[in-house]
């Protein structure tokens, strides 16, 4: 069956650092990935989302790449802040045309 | 434009009792989706609800679970005798159709005594 990991351990960054959190998947060839963050006590927000045929994709200090090779996205925050502090979920296409499947998310904390 | 609205935002219920969870999507919106998430875990499928169509339930873990949706606006999530293992947060999503990105509502965390 479709099996997505994110590194269930907190990622302790300090603030101004690159913050890069994981997202393999295996037994599976997603046409698309998502990016979500969540924070404690909210439903959880859209950041990017990568196609299979794209290689990196950029939003402000964002940056998502996808190794299909790897079955492998690194999201990356730049010249992080306290504020980046969250929640960050990975999510593949589930194979139909809205399912999606989702990693149990990697909790970030940046600190000042 | 408003978001996804959830209520209750908290529910506590005693084990057997019946609850009932609403959702109301961003208008214009004909894609629905439930979800549950347990604490620590990912989001779990439930159901999709999309316009007028047949609504895939293949999610619901038992038959104790079940939704409704009237036309394309409020949803309500039901679960009947509750269990302990009901607990978690219920999240709801809408989206436009055929589009990947979905808009999530706050929340309903329930917890069941």
């Known amino acids: 069956s479709q099996k997505i990991e994110q590194n269930s351990e907190a990622l302790n960054i300090q603030e101004g650092k690159t913050a890069t959190l994981t997202c393999n998947y295996t037994?599976?060839?997603?046409?698309?990935l998502q990016w979500y963050r969540q924070d404690p006590g909210r439903g959880p927000v859209f950041l990017l989302l990568?196609?299979?045929n794209e290689k990196e994709k950029r939003k402000e200090r964002l940056k998502v790449t996808f190794d299909t090779t790897l079955k492998q996205s690194l999201f990356h925050i730049t010249a992080s802040q306290p504020a980046d502090s969250a929640t960050y979920l990975c999510?593949?296409?589930?194979?139909?045309?809205?399912?999606?499947?989702w990693g149990a998310g990697t909790k970030l904390i940046i600190k000042p | 434009g408003a978001g996804v609205s959830q209520s209750p935002s908290n529910k506590v219920t005693e084990k057997g009792k019946d609850v009932e969870l609403r959702c109301d999507p961003i208008?214009?919106?004909?894609?629905l989706y439930w979800y549950r998430q347990r604490l620590g875990q990912g989001l779990e499928f439930l159901i999709y609800?999309?316009?007028?169509?047949?609504?895939?339930k293949s999610g619901l873990p038992s038959d104790r679970f079940s939704a409704e949706r009237t036309g394309e606006s409020v949803s309500t999530l039901t679960i009947q005798r509750t269990q302990q293992e009901d607990s978690a947060v219920y999240l709801c999503?809408?989206?436009?159709?055929?589009?990947?990105?979905?808009?999530f509502g706050p929340g309903t965390r329930l917890l069941v005594l």
């Open positions: 208008s214009g919106h004909t894609a």
């Open positions: 609800f999309q316009g007028n169509s047949a609504p895939d």
């Open positions: 990568i196609r299979e």
């Open positions: 999510a593949l296409d589930g194979g139909s045309n809205y399912q999606l499947i």
């Open positions: 999503a809408s989206s436009f159709p055929d589009k990947e990105t979905q808009y």
């Open positions: 037994n599976y060839s997603p046409a698309y």
